[in-house]
């Protein structure tokens, strides 16, 4: 009977684990990546020219949601690790990013 139950407390904690990282994949794809393959994948612009306007749009932010962007973003640093190592909450560090990023994708859209 324990061995039951702890057979099927693992099943719902690994569920659990497995939508969470689902929905963060979807997430990802769909809001972020976007942005990045935009900036990135420009045929008219080498790959150097291309490293170096990413370079100067996230210099052109502030330094914290530059932070944010590098760690969460390009890096893949869990929001809460970086809400940790700033000292402010997870949705906080979510919402710079969702900011900045839309920030990052107007400017991308008015050069192009």
């Known amino acids: 009977?324990?061995?039951?139950?702890?057979?099927?407390?693992c099943r719902r904690l690994i569920k659990r684990i497995a939508?969470?990282?689902?929905?963060?994949?979807?997430?990802?794809?769909?809001r972020e990546l976007p942005i990045i393959e935009n900036i990135c994948g420009q045929n008219q612009i080498s790959s150097v020219d291309s490293k170096l306007y990413v370079e100067e749009m996230l210099?052109?932010?502030?330094?914290?949601a530059r932070f944010i962007i590098e760690q969460v973003v390009i890096n893949g640093v869990p929001e809460k690790i970086v809400?940790?190592?700033?000292?402010i909450s997870q949705q906080g560090v979510n919402k710079y990013k969702?900011?900045?990023l839309g920030l990052l994708r107007r400017k991308w859209e008015s050069t192009s």
């Open 83 to 87: 809400a940790n190592h700033l000292g």
């Open 98 to 100: 969702r900011k900045y």
């Open 59 to 64: 210099n052109s932010l502030p330094a914290k």
């Open 19 to 30: 939508w969470r990282l689902q929905y963060q994949t979807k997430k990802i794809s769909t």
């Open 1 to 9: 009977m324990n061995d039951e139950l702890r057979k099927e407390e």
